[in-house]
Nanobody
Framework: QVQLVESGGGLVQAGDSLRLSCSGS????????MAWFRQAPGKEREFVGS????????YYKDSVKGRFTISRDNAKNTVYLQMNGLKPEDTAVYYC?????????????????WGQGTQVTVSS
């Protein structure tokens, strides 16, 4: 199973940008579809977006389309989440996840490997 570590979270103001990174190790990173989920206090973990193993196909939650962009660099075993136009409702712990097979799966039970999460806080 691939091991994942997120970084890049922090405290920003509404309208700011932030880029999260997720580094993988242990298995062939390029074999895995990757996703970002988030979990706000008192809420369920929700799908944010995902990217295919080859990096050429994407799927996003409607509320982040046009603001968030997922990319990956398989040579660096890293996936990124570029977040622009951040809103207070984007405040959450952000997790990256990995799975083999299809990338456009939104329910978290299907994703097999998880990072520890990184906190993103957006102030108004």
């Amino acid at each position: 199973q691939v091991q994942l570590v997120e970084s890049g979270g922090g405290l920003v103001q509404a309208g700011d940008s932030l880029r999260l990174s997720c580094s993988g190790s242990g298995r062939t990173f390029s074999n895995y579809a990757m996703a970002w989920f988030r979990q706000a206090p008192g809420k369920e973990r929700e799908f944010v977006g995902s990217i295919s193993s080859g990096g050429d196909m994407y799927y996003y939650k409607d509320s982040v389309k046009g603001r968030f962009t997922i990319s990956r660099d398989n040579a660096k075993n890293t996936v990124y989440l570029q977040m622009n136009g951040l809103k207070p409702e984007d405040t959450a712990v952000y997790y990256c996840a990995a799975k083999e097979g299809p990338y456009g799966i939104t329910y978290y039970d299907a994703w097999r490997a998880w990072g520890q999460g990184t906190q993103v806080t957006v102030s108004s």
